[in-house]
């Protein structure tokens, strides 16, 4: 079966540190890999989605990024970070489009 | 810009009742449609799936499904406590598409 995981689970940085936040997928080749954002009020936020190894689209400006060095692994960055990136920050896969994402545990990130 | 709205909420219902939860979406060329339950300070997990017209059932859940009319609900029936959560909606357009665009959710609170 298909696992993803995510960590960690939770982060406090202070404002101007760097951030990786890394999710991993087993039991899959080849998935549609997502990093979404939620904030409170705010609803789930599409910040990049990947079809495959080094093919990364973003989907807001911001103050991250995000890379896919392999098949199952989705990265996702900043190089200095801001009150504002404060949220739930969750990977998700998906097997092909048009199919549902499972999403991994998530990560609180409170900045400071 | 496609959108996906839901009632805030909070819909409040007894446990043994059914509740109703709503969504329209902006995108007519929408394809696919899921539900995802998220508890407190955990990642959403999926529900249902529904891609054509009409009622799918799976146990106490039913998703409904009008395109006509850009309309998909998530009856749940014999609500129990266990069901208090946030209910996401989210949608794919299909196509060369591979996003999930969520609604903010609805919160549901069953109780005793």
């Known amino acids: 079966s298909q696992t993803i995981h995510q960590w960690p689970a939770t982060l406090v940085q202070p404002v101007g540190s760097p951030l990786s936040l890394e999710c991993t997928v087993e039991?899959?080749?080849?998935?549609?890999l997502y990093w979404y954002r939620q904030a409170a009020g705010r609803g789930l936020q599409l910040l990049f989605y990947?079809?495959?190894?080094?093919?990364i689209s973003s989907e807001v400006p911001q103050n991250l990024s995000a890379s896919r060095p392999q098949d199952r692994q989705f990265i996702l960055s900043s190089k200095k970070l801001l009150l504002s990136d404060s949220g739930f920050y969750l990977c998700?896969?998906?097997?092909?489009?048009?199919?549902?994402?499972?999403f991994g545990q998530g990560t609180r990130l409170t900045v400071v | 810009q496609k959108e996906v709205e839901q009632n805030s909420g909070p819909l409040s219902v007894p446990e043994g009742a059914i509740a109703s939860l709503n969504c329209t979406y902006s995108?007519?060329?929408?394809?696919?449609f899921f539900w995802y339950r998220q508890y407190s300070g955990k990642s959403p997990e999926l529900i249902m799936f529904?891609?054509?017209?009409g009622d799918k059932e799976d146990g106490r859940f039913t998703a409904q499904l009008n395109k006509a009319s850009q309309y998909v609900s998530l009856l749940i029936r014999d609500s129990q406590p266990s069901d208090s959560a946030t209910y996401l909606c989210a949608v794919n357009s299909g196509g060369s598409n591979y996003k999930l665009t969520f609604g903010k959710g609805t919160l549901l609170t069953v109780n005793p």
């Open positions: 529904i891609y054509s017209n």
């Open positions: 990947s079809v495959g190894i080094g093919q």
């Open positions: 039991g899959t080749s080849n998935p549609n």
């Open positions: 995108d007519r060329g929408s394809q696919s």
């Open positions: 998700a896969w998906s097997a092909r489009r048009n199919t549902e994402a499972f």
